[in-house]
């Protein structure tokens, strides 16, 4: 791949990159590491990408699994499994009108606690709610970058949106 194009892509995909790494991670220095990281191990193994798949579920799982290598260096992170949630759906109803300034502000804190309440997840569901909410991949794609089976991704995604309402539910207010 000439030089150019790859400029084009890191264009294309450096602010998802960025965000992704980001919401992952919680700390923004971390995540411009983690980017930076991801796009030279893309730059090192282009030619191994297999051109008849879609290039961006494999950036991202190259994101996450460079994401998953930094935190492991720099922290430890469990990998615990969260307990079985049955019930519940996580919704978000905020209006899309124009909203006054109260509701500006409590949307921000909403959005501080959801971030918080992402951190707090494993970090397998944290990606599966992020690249399917935030990146809009499928669960098929999803399934792809983690190397799991489909059903196992939609479980883990249930679970942890289960568990982000219950945080939230229970948070102090």
Known sequence: MAPENFEQLMVQYLSPVYNFAYRLTGDIDSA???????????????????RTKSFKPWLFAITRNTAI????????IPFSDLG????????????????????????????SLLDHALIELPINDRAIILLHHLE?????????????PI???????????????????TAPK
Do not use: C
């Open 32 to 50: 411009t590491d983690i980017t930076q990281e991801t796009f030279i191990k893309v730059w090192k193994n282009l030619k191994r990408f297999d």
């Open 136 to 148: 809009e991949l499928t669960f098929t794609e999803i399934a792809e970058i983690l190397n799991q």
């Open 84 to 111: 079985n949630g049955d019930d519940g759906k996580f919704e978000n109803n905020l209006p899309d009108a124009l909203p006054l300034p109260d509701e500006l502000f409590r949307r921000a804190e909403l959005a």
């Open 69 to 76: 290598d930094w935190l492991r260096q720099r922290r430890g």
């Open 151 to 169: 059903n196992t991704v939609k479980s883990r995604y249930r679970r942890g949106l289960v568990a982000l309402r219950q945080f939230l539910i």
